[in-house]
Every structure is written in structure tokens, then in C-alpha cells.
């Protein structure tokens, strides 16, 4: 998603929001968040590990915008120039965030040009025995 | 402490959640007006209805 953002600067925001860990379980340095000090720690953490060009946001303690976007773990919403959502997926695939990414910009200029008066397009990812394909799946499609 | 969905929200080990995936689904849909925020940032404060003009990318996650 790092290289999306880089491929698509200038034409695009991104935002990361940070939320609650997924997996405290299985990282001893980043335990379940008990304060928002702690939470904002970790968010610098990945900023400093990854080096993102995203613009990072850190959600409060309790999810309260997590929660409004549907409180799953690794999800992913496009809005539109206007405002208005254009794509969202649960689980988060590069390839497919930037064929969306790609439909939107296409969309927008379409409409500014007057082609269209409005454009909708839905489209649904293909769930493998019964699962979401796995972020090294996703990276080999 | 907060709960999502009958569950603790910060829980301390991953467990796949009943109703989670239904709950996600059953929001906002493509063409509907994205709900606004303002989240504090590393960089600022950030709110979303802010960056009208540009396509806006927006992921949720953490470290782990």
C-alpha cells in the first residue's frame, strides 16, 4: 500500500487509521492498547518501521471511528472527490485497491468532462474456501 | 472496558469474531456520503471531509 501511495501522489490521499492490534497475542512489544499514549507509541513504531508516505491518524482508545467504519481488522475505503464512497473491501489487496483507485480517478474525470451525469459501478471480490485470501496470496494475484 | 459486537474491543488474543463480517457489509455502500471524522495524526489533525477534490484511500490497521 506504501507503494500505491507513492504511485499515486498528487492524485490521491491516503490515510492510515490506526485502530486496535489484531494480533497482541503473538507481538510481546505491542500488547493490547490500555491507554491512547500507548496506542499513538505503536503508530509512531510503524511509521519509523515502515517509512510510510501515508498519513497517519490514530483512532481513540475505544474504536469510536473504527466502529463507524465497520470495526473489522484490515479494511479499506475509497472516497470519492466528492465525498462519497467508491469502493470498500474487508480485507485489504493492493492489486485490487488500485484497479479501484484507478475506477474512481477514471470515473471523476469522466464526469468532469460530462460524459456521464453519474457513474456506479459495484463489484465484489471472490472469497476462497470461505476466506478472504491472505495478504501473501493477495501479493501473488 | 469497551465492547464491539458483545466482544471486548482491545481484546489480549485474537479470536475470530461471529458477526463482524454481516456488521461491515451491512454499512455504508458505494455511492453513499462517507462518514465524516477528525482523528488526531502524527503529522495534525486530520478530517476527512477536509480533503474533498482528491480521492481519498483510506486503510485500517496496526502494527501486529
Known sequence: MDQLARDFAGQAAFIFIYIREAHPDDFPDYAAHKSFEQKWKHAVDLRERHKTPRTIVVDDLDGAVHRLYGGRLDTCWIVNDAGRVSYKTEWTSEPHVRKALEDTLRASELMRQGGFKDFYQESMTAIEGGRPPSKQESARS | ?64
Request: aromatic fraction near 12%.
Open chain 2, 1 to 64: 472496558m469497551s465492547e464491539f459486537l458483545g466482544h471486548v474491543y482491545n481484546y489480549d488474543v485474537f479470536e475470530s469474531r461471529q458477526g463482524e463480517s454481516e456488521y461491515f457489509r451491512s454499512l455504508t455502500h458505494a455511492g453513499d456520503a462517507a462518514r465524516d471524522f477528525t482523528l488526531p495524526g502524527l503529522s495534525g489533525d486530520v478530517k476527512l471531509s477536509s480533503l474533498r477534490g482528491a480521492p481519498v484511500v483510506i486503510e485500517f490497521g496496526s502494527i501486529t
